[in-house]
C-alpha cells in the first residue's frame, strides 16, 4: 500500500482530536485503518458511527462502540483519508467507493478532518472522479456522463455501481454541480473545500502538519 509510516503520522495526530463524550464518523481506507488502534488505544467514551462494513469491522474488533447510522442525528468529528487534496482544500475520494456514505458522514459533522499522507497533496485535481450510480437507467446515465469506466469489484454497501469518470475537469464547482445535478448519479467523490475543516498531512519521517486549519 505504501506510505504506511506517513498515513500513520497524521492518523495518530488525528486522534488526538477526539475527546470523551463525542460522536465520531470514521472514514474509510488504509489511512483510517491507522486512525482506529489509536483511537481505541485512548479508551475514550464515545460513540461512532463508520463509512463502510470493513470500518464497522476492524472498529468493532478494538472495541470502539459503532452505532448504526440511522441513530445519531449529527456527528461531532469526522475523520476521513482522501485519495487527493488541492491548495485550497477540494479533495478527491472515493478510491475505496466509500464516498457516498463518506460525504454523507462528513455533512453530518460539525467538524471534518482529513488525513493523508504528503503525496495526496496536489497542486491541481485531476481525473479520474469517483462516481456511485445507481443499477436502474445505468446505460442511460453512462451515455449522459460520457468518459466513465466501471469499476471492477462488489457494488457498493447501498447496491450502487462505482464507476470513474475521466473527463477533462475546467472547474471544480462546475464538474460537482454537473455530477450533482446528472440523474442517476447518486454521489460523486468531489468535495468542496468549504467542506473540509482540518487536513493533516504526514510524511516519511513520521511527522504530520495541519496543511489546514
Ligand atoms: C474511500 C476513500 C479513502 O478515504 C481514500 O481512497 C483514501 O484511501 P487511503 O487512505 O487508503 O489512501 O475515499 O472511498
Same mark, same amino acid.
Given at each position: 500500500m505504501g506510505h504506511e509510516r506517513a498515513k500513520r503520522a497524521a492518523a495518530e495526530q488525528a486522534s488526538l482530536l477526539v475527546e470523551d463524550g463525542m460522536r465520531v464518523g470514521l472514514g474509510t481506507g488504509t489511512t483510517v485503518a491507522f486512525l482506529l488502534p489509536a483511537l481505541a488505544a485512548r479508551s475514550l467514551d464515545i460513540v461512532c458511527v463508520a463509512t463502510s462494513p470493513a470500518t464497522e469491522k476492524q472498529a468493532r474488533s478494538l472495541g470502539l462502540d459503532v452505532r448504526a447510522f440511522a441513530e445519531l442525528e449529527r456527528l461531532?468529528? +469526522?475523520i476521513d483519508g482522501a485519495d487527493q487534496v488541492d491548495p485550497a482544500g477540494w479533495l478527491v475520494k472515493g478510491g475505496g467507493g466509500a464516498h457516498t456514505r463518506? &460525504?454523507? =458522514?462528513a455533512a453530518a459533522a460539525e467538524h471534518f478532518v482529513v488525513i493523508v499522507s504528503a503525496d495526496k497533496l496536489v497542486g491541481e485535481i485531476t481525473p479520474p472522479v469517483p462516481l456511485e450510480l445507481l443499477s436502474f437507467g445505468l446505460a442511460s446515465t453512462l451515455r449522459q456522463l460520457g468518459e466513465v469506466r466501471l469499476r471492477p469489484g462488489p457494488p457498493s454497501p447501498d447496491g450502487g455501481v462505482i464507476a470513474d469518470w475521466y473527463g477533462e475537469i475546467r472547474g471544480l464547482a462546475e464538474l460537482a454541480g454537473r455530477l450533482d445535478a446528472q440523474p442517476g448519479v447518486v454521489e460523486h467523490g468531489l468535495f468542496p473545500a468549504e467542506m473540509v475543516e482540518t487536513v493533516i498531512a504526514g510524511d516519511e519521517e513520521g511527522? +504530520?502538519? &495541519? =496543511? &489546514?486549519g
Amino acid at each position: 500500500m505504501g506510505h504506511e509510516r506517513a498515513k500513520r503520522a497524521a492518523a495518530e495526530q488525528a486522534s488526538l482530536l477526539v475527546e470523551d463524550g463525542m460522536r465520531v464518523g470514521l472514514g474509510t481506507g488504509t489511512t483510517v485503518a491507522f486512525l482506529l488502534p489509536a483511537l481505541a488505544a485512548r479508551s475514550l467514551d464515545i460513540v461512532c458511527v463508520a463509512t463502510s462494513p470493513a470500518t464497522e469491522k476492524q472498529a468493532r474488533s478494538l472495541g470502539l462502540d459503532v452505532r448504526a447510522f440511522a441513530e445519531l442525528e449529527r456527528l461531532d468529528l +469526522a475523520i476521513d483519508g482522501a485519495d487527493q487534496v488541492d491548495p485550497a482544500g477540494w479533495l478527491v475520494k472515493g478510491g475505496g467507493g466509500a464516498h457516498t456514505r463518506e &460525504k454523507i =458522514v462528513a455533512a453530518a459533522a460539525e467538524h471534518f478532518v482529513v488525513i493523508v499522507s504528503a503525496d495526496k497533496l496536489v497542486g491541481e485535481i485531476t481525473p479520474p472522479v469517483p462516481l456511485e450510480l445507481l443499477s436502474f437507467g445505468l446505460a442511460s446515465t453512462l451515455r449522459q456522463l460520457g468518459e466513465v469506466r466501471l469499476r471492477p469489484g462488489p457494488p457498493s454497501p447501498d447496491g450502487g455501481v462505482i464507476a470513474d469518470w475521466y473527463g477533462e475537469i475546467r472547474g471544480l464547482a462546475e464538474l460537482a454541480g454537473r455530477l450533482d445535478a446528472q440523474p442517476g448519479v447518486v454521489e460523486h467523490g468531489l468535495f468542496p473545500a468549504e467542506m473540509v475543516e482540518t487536513v493533516i498531512a504526514g510524511d516519511e519521517e513520521g511527522g +504530520a502538519r &495541519k =496543511v &489546514k486549519g
